[in-house]
């Protein structure tokens, strides 16, 4: 989810609610339904994003019957809070255990 988000620019809240049908991998864009404008519109994403949404479509299909595409375990939709929430955590302890952003600057 994250990459997805990162390489669309897709909110958290439209990308808990993404369904597979909404993928076009012939034209490599995703339709976002109903965003926070209340306009339907389509997002683009990279050829490496395509090969990662491809696999989670595969996985999805052998181990869920939920309409969306990144479901809860039981097969719910995820709630974006929730989301927000664990990678702030994850980001927290990563942040904690020693890694650290490079900037770049000239």
């Known amino acids: 989810m994250t990459r997805l988000m990162l390489d669309t620019g897709i909110r958290v809240g439209e990308c ?9 991998f012939h034209n490599r864009s995703i339709l976002i339904i109903n965003p926070k404008n209340h306009r339907d519109r389509y997002v683009f994403f990279s050829g490496r994003l395509s090969t990662d949404l ?4 595969h996985d999805h299909d052998r181990f869920s019957d939920s309409a ?3 479901p809860t375990t039981r097969g719910n939709m995820i709630d ?4 927000e929430k664990s990678l702030k ?5 990563s942040w904690s255990s020693g890694y650290t952003v490079a900037s770049v600057t000239e």
């Open 16 to 24: 808990t609610q993404l369904k597979p049908e909404n993928i076009d």
């Open 54 to 57: 491809r696999r989670r479509l």
């Open 68 to 70: 969306y595409l990144f």
């Open 80 to 83: 974006a809070n929730v989301f």
């Open 89 to 93: 955590k994850v980001g927290a302890e």
